[in-house]
Structures are given as structure tokens and as C-alpha cells.
């Protein structure tokens, strides 16, 4: 599968932001789908995660509450919706997909930049 990230781009502090995450194949509605996002000078962390059927999803502690990941099998196509926007919330975003028995996303995206101002 290949995957396009788009939506990045520059918000103040309190703003919002959907990316979007584009799935070539035929087979997107079997991938887990999930994000993750790498700050300058740290290590890539994950972000949120979104079962097949969408049924089950997961966030980090440092934004639960203001993203959520919808899915739309449709259109082959995952969103992170970003609301009230933090500037530690500034970096690249990747979208990553793996089968269910996977246990390592094996399908990553390119990244998108998301800046947030103070």
C-alpha cells in the first residue's frame, strides 16, 4: 500500500487542523491505520491508531481529548483531526498503516509539517 499525508501546515495555539492520509490498493479497510509524529531533536512518537473495521482506537496521553481518527474506508482515506492546537504539538506527521496480525506498521506515508504558534 502506498500512502499520501496532506493538510499540514502553520495554525496558532487554540486553532485546528485536519490531515488526511490517502491509501492506494484495494485492501485499505484491512489496515490498522495510525499516525505518529517526529519533533526536531526527538524521536519519532506514536499519535493515534485506528482498528480496520474503526471499531477500536488509541491516543496518546498528549492528546486525548483534542484529536480523533476517523476513518473513511470509502475513500481509502484516514484524517487526523487536530483541535486545540499546542505548540508542543509542532512536527512532521506521518500516517503508517500494518495488518491486524502485524504487530510493527510496516507502510509509512511522507510526512507533513504541522507548526503551531505560541
Known amino acids: 500500500v502506498q500512502l499520501q499525508a496532506s493538510g499540514g501546515g502553520l495554525v496558532q495555539a487554540g486553532g485546528s487542523l485536519r490531515l488526511s492520509c490517502a491509501a492506494s490498493g484495494r485492501t485499505f479497510s484491512m489496515y490498522v491505520m495510525a499516525w505518529f509524529r517526529q519533533a526536531p531533536g526527538k524521536e519519532r512518537e506514536f499519535v493515534s491508531s485506528i482498528s480496520w473495521k474503526g471499531a477500536s482506537t488509541g491516543y496518546a496521553d498528549s492528546v486525548k481529548g483534542r484529536f480523533t481518527i476517523p476513518r473513511d474506508n470509502a475513500k481509502n482515506t484516514v484524517y487526523l483531526q487536530m483541535n486545540s492546537l499546542r505548540p508542543e504539538d509542532t512536527a512532521v506527521y506521518f500516517c503508517?498503516?500494518?495488518?491486524?496480525?502485524?504487530?510493527?506498521?510496516?507502510?509509512w506515508g511522507q510526512g507533513t509539517q504541522v507548526t503551531v504558534s505560541s
Open positions: 503508517a498503516a500494518r495488518y491486524a496480525y502485524q504487530t510493527e506498521y510496516n507502510y
